[in-house]
């Protein structure tokens, strides 16, 4: 894929049908959260007002990117951006603990692009755990490095190989992928990474939990040695701290400060006692005068699917995403939401994961998370850019 171009005569052209499910809702994650943590008022406090050091124009990297930038309309660097670029200009490996929203892609990108236009024998690897997020990086990126002429290959699963393979005949310098994809590629000897010597894992923590540390380890270990490694977590807790350790070194941490759930999402319970009175609840949580956009949570392929027909069905217009769709329906229905021809989208975690919707008025998880980690990353889609959001969470009556 160059980068000049657009994207029709590129590797991208490839869109996927999703048919591998790494899902994460497997039943032995499940947790028992106690009701009451998912009741909580939102907290309106003034914005902690960050100030930069840097404006991007600053930053020691080339014009095209800035360039780039500023036909983005990036002006000034979010707290991670500001701090990441400058350590990772001078070389440094870097540990960024900072969720979707926190313009972490760039964070990554802008450093990375510059040092591929400026040495073209370097080659990185950027690894994500779903699809959607890989091609997110991948809008970013072909963004930032449009006119450099770097060229790309994105690697996800689901999908023919062939114009994959096509792609990586032109040996590119950009790998964007999700790891068991990525994988295939090099057991079948189509994708040799050896003199990879920059290496992104997105959404680390993620990859963990989706099962993915056996396909990354090996990944890692096939890179150059002498590697300048960028990991971005939402956690750095328990086995993703010892991961990390491991595969970096001598990293900066940089922490974008984060609560462990939205301070200005506002969260309540809806009880329900039958089926019949969880859609009519639904329903009139729908109709309600402030909800405006709503994100609701349902666990499985077929449930999602279900509760899409019965909105349909009263009359809403909604749309679904999981895993069971094929990736150009997905795209769809994220696009429709986004620009908000549908109001309401059904999904269920994984294919919701890293969805940057800003103007998400509510969540409402229909059924439980897996985990509170998992409520948090559900709750934090609403209250997106300061605003303040709501999550309701319905919660079965029991006498
Ligand atoms: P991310 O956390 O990387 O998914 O970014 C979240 C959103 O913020 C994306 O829509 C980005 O395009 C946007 N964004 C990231 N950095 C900046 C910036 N410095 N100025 C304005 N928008 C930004």
Same mark, same amino acid.
Not at 43 to 47: L, N, P
Not at 190 to 197: E, K, M, Q
């Given at each position: 894929m160059p980068y000049n171009n657009t994207r029709n005569n590129s590797s991208f052209r490839s869109r996927p049908n999703f048919?591998?499910?790494?899902?994460?809702?497997?039943?032995?994650?499940r947790q028992y959260i106690d009701?009451?943590?998912f009741i909580k008022t939102a907290?309106?406090?003034?914005?902690e007002v960050y100030i930069p050091k840097?404006?991007?124009?600053?930053?020691?990297?080339n014009e095209i990117i800035k360039t780039n930038l500023i036909n983005m309309g990036y002006e000034t660097p979010s707290p991670i951006q500001d701090q990441t670029i400058s350590l990772a200009l001078e070389g440094k490996d870097i540990v960024g603990i900072a969720n979707t929203g926190t313009g972490k892609t760039a964070a990554f990108l802008v450093p990375v692009l510059n040092k591929l236009i400026s040495d073209k024998s370097s080659r990185v690897i950027i690894l994500a755990p779903t699809r959607e997020l890989a091609e997110q990086i991948e809008d970013q990126t072909r963004l930032i490095a449009k006119g450099s002429g770097l060229f790309g290959a994105i690697l996800i699963g689901g999908v023919s190989m062939q114009p994959q393979l096509s792609d990586l005949r032109k040996n590119p310098q950009i790998i964007i992928g999700t790891p068991g994809r990525v994988k295939d590629h090099i057991e079948r000897r189509?994708?040799?990474?050896?003199? *990879? +010597?920059m290496l992104v894992l997105d959404e680390f923590d993620r990859m963990l939990d989706m099962g993915f540390i056996d396909d990354i380890t090996e990944i890692i270990n096939q890179t150059s040695t002498d590697r300048q490694s960028f990991f971005f977590s939402a956690t750095m807790e328990g086995k993703v701290k010892v991961h990390i350790d491991k595969f970096s070194n001598n990293p900066a941490h940089i922490m974008v400060k984060t609560s462990d759930?939205?301070?200005?999402v506002n969260q309540n319970v809806v009880n329900f006692s039958t089926k019949e009175d969880k859609i009519v609840k639904l329903h009139d949580i729908l109709i309600?005068?402030? *909800? +405006?956009k709503t994100l609701i949570f349902d666990d499985t392929h077929r449930n999602v699917e279900k509760l899409n027909d019965e909105l349909r069905n009263r009359g809403f217009d909604s749309e679904a995403i999981h895993g069971g769709k094929s990736q150009a329906a997905r795209q769809k229905a994220l696009r429709n939401f986004k620009e908000s021809k549908v109001k309401v989208l059904v999904a269920t975690d994984v294919a919701a994961r890293g969805i940057d919707v800003a103007d998400i008025t509510h969540v409402v998880n229909f059924s439980l998370p897996q985990t509170y980690d998992d409520y948090v990353h559900r709750i934090?889609?609403?209250?997106?850019?300061g605003r303040v959001g709501h999550a309701l969470t319905f919660i079965e009556k029991r006498y």
């Open positions: 048919n591998r499910s790494r899902s994460s809702s497997s039943k032995s994650r009701p009451n943590k907290k309106v406090t003034e914005a840097n404006k991007f124009v600053d930053f020691n990297v189509t994708l040799r990474i050896h003199d *990879v +010597n759930t939205s301070e200005n309600s005068e402030q *909800v +405006n934090g889609r609403a209250g997106r850019a």
